[in-house]
């Protein structure tokens, strides 16, 4: 089982809708989680850091964290042409960041 | 300056020669890290620096050397590349090893 899952894409959704990005991680003692936004040629950016199970929301991202189900998510509401990117999920274990594979968001005009 | 940033920005060089590439973070933070990034691929970690001191070294072939002379500028000195060796090199530090990361602009690198 690889550390951090992520399914490659691309997800496309139309402008307006709801874009929700999911994550698995493999380490049950990981207690930090982030998503990063990477558009092609640029850097990966932080847009949400969560801790904590339950709900954290930032303008239009919300990111879900069940560490039970060891699973956490990041929804996009109203999503624009300029949420096209790549997200990567980010979990830390021990003293690293493991990061995903990222998924291809696509939005649709 | 603020954030990280990284020099240069692109850079284009051959087989034989020797360049080095600089990372600057100005955010305070004790642990820096290299990556690669090829087209289309997912991040490649590279090297660990914490304190100054390289806490991880995955397997990188030793045409590329690490340099980290104090807590804010980390460099990647790079001799005799091959043509795959062609990517973006990302520069990112944190606060400590495990805590978010903040990323440089990367350095585009072509090898010819």
């Known amino acids: 089982q690889k550390e951090v899952e992520q399914n490659s894409g691309p997800l496309s959704v139309p402008e307006g809708a709801i874009a929700s990005l999911n994550c698995t991680y493999s380490d049950r003692g990981s207690q930090s989680f982030f998503w990063y936004r990477q558009y092609s040629g640029k850097s990966p950016e932080l847009i949400m850091s969560i801790y904590s199970n339950g709900d954290k929301e930032d303008g239009r991202f919300t990111a879900q964290l069940n560490k039970a189900s060891q699973y956490v998510s990041l929804l996009i509401r109203d999503s624009q042409p300029s949420d096209s990117a790549t997200y990567l999920c980010a979990v830390n274990r021990d003293d690293k960041i493991i990061f995903g594979k990222g998924t291809r968001l696509h939005i649709l005009p | 300056e603020t954030g990280v940033t990284q020099t240069p920005r692109h850079l284009v060089m051959g087989m034989t020669n020797k360049k080095s590439l600089k990372c600057e973070q100005h955010l305070g933070h004790n642990a820096m890290y290299w990556y690669k990034q090829s087209a289309k691929k997912p991040l490649e970690l590279m090297f660990v620096?914490?304190?100054?001191?390289?806490?991880e070294n995955n397997s990188v072939p030793s045409r590329f050397s690490p340099e980290c002379p104090n807590s804010s500028h980390l460099f990647l000195h790079l001799h005799t590349l091959q043509p795959e060796d062609s990517a973006l090199y990302l520069c990112?530090?944190?606060?400590?090893?495990?805590?978010?990361?903040?990323f440089g602009p990367g350095t585009r690198l072509t090898v010819t």
């Open positions: 990112a530090s944190s606060q400590a090893s495990g805590y978010e990361q903040y």
């Open positions: 620096y914490s304190l100054e001191e390289r806490v």
